[in-house]
């Protein structure tokens, strides 16, 4: 068997004839299914990218002095990190995401899975079929040495504000989940590329030092695709556990996974920059409000949606995720079922869209009141 023979069909594949149902609507189509940066990249990034673009030599793996610097200092100002971590740049989180059981070590190991939450982004199980071990789904830490069935988690990932519904992690649920690993000697992994986009409540870093005051077999990682619109540049990177970071870093020499110097650049940039973050949050609050009072007027059910970049929707009427993927299609407008993430009777709606598209898309909604 193959490593592409171990992993699903690629989902975005299943949506061909929704997509060519929703693109034939006499109004136009309004995409609000991934969730990619509309908005512009933030001036200081350009400018940094440009001020770098003569890179004529290697990047470093572990970044440049001013990334190094950046990274420490949006950690301590704006995640209330104050215990010595580690940080390693990443070429986007989705790369570190899926590769990390395997730089762990994890590959081929018997009895030995990664768990992961039971609603969750695929690329963690993707991760775990990548390293030919098997994703098990859970949200409890309490019941998952059941679920467990005598095997060993080798890595846990959490993710808080969560993809797809936006569920957010309270301070005694992040507890819990360091120690469960602690206990069973896991390394805990903590998904916090949402933390800036917190709507109903304010997500917490598992590096805060209310949750442990101790980072041995804690990371966490952060993106710059949704926080200051990166997604093209592929920017991102993790902190924690000074020993795990180290021995990240060596993998990542040696695989030549190294972030191109002007994007380090224009990373460092704007972590140290945050007016750029307020001003898209505000962007975003103000796509959300219209969009969910238009989905809650038609009777729709937001369920968690406390923070993230989308709305986890259903309706009572309708049973599957793909019939509401259908009903959508039908006013021109594609979103994403709830079984890309393991969840068939929700859709995820994304807020990663023009004012125009958000606008018009609650127009339609509200007009099939």
């Known amino acids: 068997m193959t490593i592409a023979d171990r992993l699903p069909t690629f989902p975005w594949d299943t949506l061909a004839a929704a997509r060519e149902r929703a693109q034939s609507h006499p109004e136009g189509f309004i995409d609000l299914t991934v969730g990619s940066p509309v908005d512009p990249a933030p001036q200081v990034a350009i400018e940094a990218l440009t001020r770098s673009s003569d890179a004529h030599g290697y990047p470093r793996v572990v970044g440049i002095s001013d990334l190094q610097d950046a990274m420490g200092a949006y950690l301590r100002d704006r995640w209330r990190v104050t215990t010595e971590v580690g940080t390693l740049p990443v070429i986007g989180t989705k790369e570190f995401v899926a590769w990390l059981p395997t730089h762990l070590g994890l590959a081929g190991a018997a009895d030995t899975v990664v768990v992961h939450p039971e609603t969750a982004y695929p690329t963690y199980a993707v991760g775990a079929q990548l390293a030919g071990i098997d994703p098990v789904a859970c949200d409890d830490p309490a019941v998952l040495d059941d679920r467990l069935a005598g095997r060993r ?45 917190g709507w109903e409540d304010e997500p917490v870093s598992v590096l805060d030092p209310s949750i442990t005051d101790d980072p041995t077999g804690v990371l966490a990682i952060f993106s710059e ?25 060596e993998i990542r020499k040696h695989g030549g996974m190294m972030m191109p110097t002007p994007v380090q650049a224009a990373m460092a940039a704007t972590l140290v920059e945050h007016r750029h973050v307020v001003e898209q949050k505000a962007r975003y609050r103000d796509r959300r409000d219209t969009l969910r009072q238009a989905l809650l007027a038609d009777g729709w059910r937001i369920d968690h949606s406390e923070g993230g970049l989308y709305l986890w929707a259903t309706r009572g009427d309708f049973t599957d995720g793909r019939a509401i993927v259908d009903h959508f299609a039908a006013l021109g407008i594609l979103v994403t079922p709830g079984d890309f993430y393991g969840d068939a009777t929700h859709v995820r709606i994304t807020l990663t869209a023009t004012d125009d598209d958000i606008a018009g898309a609650a127009g339609r909604i509200v007009r099939n009141v």
């Open 153 to 197: 988690a080798g890595l846990v990932w959490i993710n808080s504000p969560a993809n797809p519904h936006g569920a957010i992690l309270s301070a005694d649920e992040l507890r819990a989940w360091v120690a469960w690993c602690r206990e069973h000697g896991a390394v805990l992994a903590s998904d916090e590329c949402y933390g800036e986009f």
């Open 225 to 249: 695709s949704k926080r200051s619109n990166l997604a093209g540049y592929r920017a991102g990177f993790c902190a924690g556990d000074v020993g795990l970071i180290s021995q990240l870093t």
